[in-house]
């Protein structure tokens, strides 16, 4: 059986350190806000490139906990706007909605699975405040064209990093005189987001988070929202929420963050093999990236029944996934908004599937994926 991510196999690779790490915590009597979370802040802010790290309890908190600080700087209103893709795991648009603000939804692009920044212009009105990028399957948006835009309209850019990190941003490309050449997912925009949920590309053992920014008073400001708004001990400022990333979790991701870096290039090494290696007429390949700007949290195809392709693998015992099924505009959850119009985002729902992809993946499992792939009449 190939597992489309098998995370027994991902954390024993990590051998006695984890364990060590894991150990302890639990013989240090401490087990939040201590030593290891401070430790970790550190450490993934140099990582990111960023001055502030703030480490919060999962990735739908990060990202509530900038815009609900950004509601309280800025005086923005309910109902004011935020642009978030429509093809996105929910968290992005339950972030915005849970802080009383309204997610608009964009289309992305037809060729890779991002926010189409050629689209966010004409969904801006005097009510839209930010625009949510999510660099979905580990690949970074277009951070140049979707700074513009913000700047022009004087709007926030919140980065949904959840899938991407250590994601650079047009490490190898022709628009090196970007002055956000060379940075990694986290440093691209005011704020960003990040999960640490077990299966991302950096993940915990169990729930984990973090906010990261260069802006003092936002770090600050989620700092104090994710800590029950507490300024000092029983002072509450604002009306926060509790959420915080604990010492555990803060260990185990010390320990894994060393690896990053090399687990990327290896799934960058795999994606790069299907890509160059999977050729049936029913298959359509999205562009091979090897820049680093595509960190392969997923590795997605396209074809016309991926339902049938995916029954298919899984009777050659192998496991796929399908991100998303359903578009956020055809949730229930978001029932207002089933009356757009988003044929684009409607075609990543329809024809996508996410084939097995982790870095402790053999080069003969990524072979017989392909094989059964490229073998097979469907
Ligand atoms: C995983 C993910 C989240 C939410 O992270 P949790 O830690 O599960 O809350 C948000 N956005 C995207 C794009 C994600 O993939």
Known sequence: MIKYNDLKRVNASFGEDLRAAVSRVTQSGWYLKGHEVEKFEKEFSAYTGVTYCVGVGNGLDALTAVLTAWKLMYGWNDGDEVIVPDNTFIATALAVSRTGLKPVLCEPHLEVPTIDETQIERLITPLTRAIIPVHLYGLMCNMDAINKIARKHKLKVLEDACQAHGAVYNSNSELQLSTLFGKRAGNNGNAAAFSFYPAKNLGCMGDGGAVTTNDKELATLVRSITNYGQTEKYVHDYMGFNSRLDELQ?????????????????????????????????????????????????????????????????????????????????????????????????????????????????????????????????
Not at 275 to 295: F, G, K, M, Q, Y
Not at 324 to 348: C, N
Request: charged residues 20%; proline residues 6%; negative net charge.
């Open 250 to 378: 803060a260990a185990v991701l010390s320990v894994k963050l060393q690896r990053l870096d090399k687990d990327n290039t290896r799934r960058i090494e795999l994606a790069h093999y299907y890509s160059t290696h999977i050729c049936h007429p029913a298959v359509e390949l999205l562009p091979d990236i090897t820049d680093n700007s595509h960190v392969y949290h997923v590795y997605a195809i396209k074809c016309k029944n991926p339902n049938y392709l995916r029954q298919l693998l899984l009777e050659n015992g192998i496991e796929t996934l399908i991100h998303y099924p359903i578009p956020i505009h055809r949730q229930k959850a978001y029932i207002d908004e089933a009356s757009l119009h988003l044929p684009v985002s409607d075609h990543w729902a329809d024809d996508e599937l996410s084939l097995p992809l982790y870095p402790q993946m053999t080069d003969e499992e990524i072979q017989k994926v392909v094989d059964c792939i490229n073998q097979n009449i469907f």
